[in-house]
């Protein structure tokens, strides 16, 4: 497909790249009002969006490495960097790897949210829920920050 080659915020990125970057614009402020909604117990708009966010960033996150791998995956990258290759690996691997953890954490923050849901008075489950929750909001915050990095390095530096 033609127009996935080139990107259009006037960087080297990519298309795909380039709407990943835009797409937070709208991914934070709709996780901010999804969590807001779970701290005023509105839980099936928190469930809906919280939910919609989870499988729309996993589904674009699988794309997003299909198209890469067929561009050449790490060559691709690497052509396109300016700038000391270890120390660019060292950041875009601290980036994947918190990219994996937070991926994971937010399955089971799912989980317990949807316990937490069926059984009103487990209050165990909602304080898990509460603590997975929280703590998966800021590992995607730095996730995103990480991926601005990671951007900004391979199609904007040098
Ligand atoms: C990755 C997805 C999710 C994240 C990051 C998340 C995050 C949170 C957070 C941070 C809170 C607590 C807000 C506060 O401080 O009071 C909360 C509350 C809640 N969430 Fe989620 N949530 C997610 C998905 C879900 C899902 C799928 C359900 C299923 C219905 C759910 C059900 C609830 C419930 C029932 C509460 C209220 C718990 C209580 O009464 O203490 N959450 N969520």
Not at 101 to 128: D, F, H, P, W, Y
Request: net charge positive; proline share 1%; aromatic share 14%.
């Amino acid at each position: 497909m033609e127009f996935l080659k080139n990107g259009f915020l006037g960087t080297r990125g990519d298309f795909l790249s380039d709407l990943l970057i835009c797409a937070l614009a709208i991914i934070v402020p709709l996780l901010l009002f999804a969590i807001q909604s779970g701290r005023v117990r509105r839980i099936k708009i928190h469930h809906t969006v919280m939910l919609a966010i989870y499988y729309t960033v996993v589904a674009y996150v699988i794309v997003y490495e299909v198209n890469m791998l067929a561009k050449g995956g790490m060559e691709f990258l690497e052509a396109n960097v300016r700038m000391d290759k270890n120390i660019y690996w060292i950041v875009t691997g601290f980036h994947v790897l918190l990219g994996a953890i937070t991926l994971i954490l937010g399955g089971i923050t799912i989980r317990l949210g949807m316990r937490a849901q069926a059984s009103v008075l487990n209050l165990e489950v909602k304080k898990r829920h509460r603590k997975t929750g929280w703590t998966t909001f800021f590992l995607l915050f730095f996730t995103s920050v990480t991926g601005l990095v990671v951007y900004y390095l391979t199609f904007v530096y040098g």
